[in-house]
Structure formats: structure tokens, C-alpha cells
């Protein structure tokens, strides 16, 4: 039973510059959720998709988009880049409303 | 504005004893409460949840307690094992929301 991936493991950019994060679900779940976590501290929720929709969102500029494609895969995307986008990204995967988000690895970006 | 507070940042426990993780919350809207693990370079692992209507889930050696008058939360692992040493994260969501909102962590250390 296939969990959570993400791709890729890590990313250094510069500012300015754009990225495009990857993840698939755990076999069976519909559902993505997005999060960023800094150092230190719990993971921020960014946004959340269903049926392809953005079904909520997170305290997070517009820099921030995302795309949620019929296999139920998604894409995280972030524009201009500044530093304070310096952080893991985690991509957690449920089905349907129910509370239980199962993680993947996540993705650290750097930006220098 | 921390809705969900662990006031630990880190906890340090022999090996067989039991490990108690604490999380407080306030916002009462909150109405699932879970427990996650995380290890260096990976994502957050799935522990354990309870729902507001409950006040005791037991799942192995991991026992969460929910105190909804006082919105309090604590994760027991009984006995404590050296494969226990992480970082554990208390989240919760709610009716109103797919998001989950977590604490800052707290780091478990099991010694022999």
C-alpha cells in the first residue's frame, strides 16, 4: 500500500525565482492538503483540495497556488520567491472530510 | 494568536517509564484532536486522535485523554521505548474546518 510521496526530496532557488512541488496521495484517499512547516515549529496549513477545487485555505499570500488533477494528485506552486519561503513543505493526503491527514516526507526548499 | 499550545518543547524519559506529552488549545470550536510523530528528514506520522465526545482512546502502548472543560489534551506512552525518541505534535480541527492547526512540538528523548 503506496503512501504519501512528494518530489522532489529537496530544491535550492533563488529569489525571485518560481518552483513547482509534487506529491500523491495514499492509494485510496481524494483529498490533499498542503502544509509548510519552518523550523521550530508545527506545520502551517497552506490550502486544501478536493474534487480538483480549492476547498480552503490558509493565511497565505497568493504567491502561493496549487492544482489538484483528476488522479488526485497535486501541485504546490510558488511564485517570487523571497527567503522567508526557506522551509519543509509537507503534502498530507486524507479521504474525504475525515480528520486524519497522513504525511508525506515533504519537500525542503531553500531559497538563497 | 497559538490556538493549540504544547508548553513542553522537550520532555526526557528513562526507558520503561511512562512518557506523558501535553497540549492545551482555545478555541472551543475545536472538535478532533490528533497525535503525530516526526522523525528527522521525515514527515509526520499518524499516532493516534480522539473525538470531543470521548474523553479516553487507548491504541496499544498510546493512550490520548481530552479534558474538554479545562481544553486540555495528553498523550501517555507506557512503557516508554528508546524507537520513541521524536518529536510529537498535538493537532486539532474542527467541524468549521479541514485544516489542522498544530502545536509548536514537544521533543521526547527515551534513555536507557
Known amino acids: 500500500d503506496a503512501g504519501v510521496t512528494q518530489s522532489p526530496t529537496h530544491l535550492i532557488k533563488t529569489r525571485g525565482q518560481q518552483v513547482t512541488l509534487r506529491c500523491s496521495p495514499k492509494?485510496?484517499?481524494?483529498?490533499v492538503s498542503w502544509y509548510q512547516q519552518a523550523l521550530g515549529q508545527g506545520p502551517q496549513f497552506i490550502f486544501q483540495?478536493?474534487?480538483?477545487?480549492?476547498?480552503q485555505r490558509g493565511n497565505f499570500p497568493d504567491r502561493f497556488s496549487g492544482h489538484q488533477f483528476p488522479n488526485y494528485s497535486s501541485e504546490l506552486n510558488v511564485n517570487a520567491l523571497l527567503l522567508g519561503d526557506s522551509a519543509l513543505y509537507l503534502c498530507?493526503?486524507?479521504?474525504?472530510?475525515?480528520?486524519?491527514?497522513?504525511f508525506g516526507p515533504g519537500t525542503r526548499l531553500t531559497v538563497t | 494568536d497559538q490556538q493549540v499550545k504544547q508548553n513542553s518543547p522537550s520532555l526526557s524519559v528513562q526507558e520503561g517509564r511512562i512518557s506523558i506529552l501535553n497540549c492545551d488549545y482555545t478555541?472551543?470550536?475545536?472538535?478532533?484532536f490528533l497525535w503525530y510523530k516526526k522523525y528527522p528528514a521525515e514527515g509526520p506520522t499518524f499516532l493516534i486522535s480522539i473525538s470531543s465526545i470521548k474523553d479516553k482512546n487507548e491504541d496499544g502502548r498510546f493512550t490520548v485523554f481530552l479534558n474538554k472543560s479545562a481544553k486540555h489534551l495528553s498523550l501517555h506512552i507506557v512503557p516508554s521505548q528508546p524507537g520513541d525518541s521524536a518529536v510529537y505534535f498535538c493537532a486539532a480541527s474542527g467541524s468549521h474546518t479541514d485544516k489542522l492547526i498544530f502545536g509548536t512540538g514537544t521533543r521526547l528523548q527515551v534513555f536507557p
Open positions: 498530507a493526503s486524507s479521504l474525504g472530510s475525515q480528520p486524519e491527514q497522513y
Open positions: 492509494s485510496g484517499h481524494d483529498t
Open positions: 478555541n472551543s470550536m475545536f472538535d478532533y
Open positions: 483540495y478536493y474534487e480538483e477545487e480549492e476547498r
